[in-house]
């Protein structure tokens, strides 16, 4: 393709052969279920990657706030494909802990990553950035936690309002979509500090139609292999003797959410605070705020009916977590301290996931 550096093809030629090499452990019969896992999850993060790499192609055109919303966007469609296709063949648990994860795993592991390596380059050890887009987040995150909390409240307590769980999350989907819709609109509206170029020479642009063709192409990756990965997630499980809830919570989720993984660390090691955070933060908001709401309301096409009511231990995990989050970034500042102190919290709730039915 035009403008593509050769180091960039060797990398699309990687991920077309890893892509191709997932298709036919999935077709073809006597590949280990374990083995088609493994390598399904690995064309996913390189489909995940080649829509990172197209959609910073073409929003470095429009600014570090559009191309902050962008990249969280079209990272985000690894994730969505595998949530629809888990509620497609009947697996809730892990489409909810799916959702759940990539929340707690871009909100927790991710920024913590991001603060770490962004806060260790300055001389002082601390990151600085704009403080209105985690305070933003947060209050995404408290808004869909409120909802969360409520339905599971209802839930454990089978009190009336159990009964209409249903319905419940269908309004709290309308409602929470629209509160995300009028908060886009603000974003976008407003003028957002830019980053310093950062280390190095300014990366290279590509041709626009280019950047569009990548991007359509990860896309349609991004659909197929995670069918792929989803058809050989249960066998899996099953085979390493590990939770649904892990699986969702832990493997699923970092493995449909490895553009913010790469992408977020790499920005703040090049000392883009903004942009970094811009991402990682994008990503936590519209998971919450967008997709989940989303999936919500698709899932009523689907076998599987998707709600807000999640087992209570996941609805504290994720209040707490708003409350995390808000605490440590809502000053515009990061240190290492609270970059680890962020991952631990992650590493706990990973081990609950893991003693979880």
């Not at 190095?200 to 041709?207: I, K, N, T, V």
């Not at 967008?290 to 999936?295: N, R, S």
């Not at 708003?322 to 709730?349: H, K, Y």
């Amino acid at each position: 393709m035009a403008g593509l550096s050769p180091r960039r093809r060797v990398a699309l030629a990687g991920v077309a052969l890893v892509t191709v090499l997932a298709g036919l452990a999935r077709y073809i019969s006597g590949v280990p279920h374990v083995a088609a896992f493994v390598i399904a999850g690995i064309a996913l993060g390189g489909a995940a990657w080649v829509v990172s790499f197209a959609t910073e192609q073409v929003g470095e055109r429009f600014g570090p706030a559009v191309t902050g919303l962008m990249q969280s966007t079209l990272g985000n469609l690894p994730e969505l494909f595998v949530v629809i296709f888990a509620l497609r063949a009947g697996h809730l648990v892990v489409a909810q802990t799916a959702i759940l994860g990539s929340i707690l795993v871009n909100a927790l592991f991710v920024l913590g990553m991001v603060l770490v390596v962004g806060s260790w380059r300055e001389p002082d050890k601390v990151m600085r950035f704009s403080a209105r887009l985690p305070n933003d987040t947060a209050t995404l995150l408290l808004i869909a936690s409120f909802i969360i909390v409520l339905v599971a409240l209802a839930d454990t307590s089978h009190d009336s309002a159990s009964h209409h769980i249903t319905a419940i999350s269908i309004v709290g989907a309308i409602v929470i979509l629209i509160v995300y819709g009028t908060w886009i609109v603000q974003y976008l509206g407003t003028e957002h500090p830019t980053d310093q170029p950062g280390d190095g020479p300014a990366p290279q642009r590509l041709p626009i139609a280019t950047s569009v063709t990548l991007l359509i192409l990860g896309g349609l990756a991004s659909a197929l292999v995670s069918a792929w990965f989803v058809n050989a997630l249960e066998p899996t499980i099953h085979s390493l003797g590990i939770s649904q809830s892990f699986a969702g919570l832990v493997i699923v989720a970092i493995a449909g959410n490895a553009v913010e993984h790469s992408v977020g660390i790499v920005l703040a090691a090049k000392g883009q605070p903004e942009l970094a955070i811009s991402v990682v933060k994008n990503s936590v908001a519209q998971i919450a705020a967008f997709m989940y709401p989303l999936l919500v309301l698709l899932s009523l096409l689907t076998a599987t009916t998707l709600t807000f009511a999640l087992a209570p231990i996941y609805a504290g995990a994720l209040l707490g977590t708003s409350v995390i989050v808000w605490q440590i970034t809502g000053d515009g500042e990061g240190t290492p301290f609270e970059g680890v102190a962020l991952m631990a919290a992650f590493v706990i709730l990973a081990v609950v996931a893991a003693f979880e039915q």
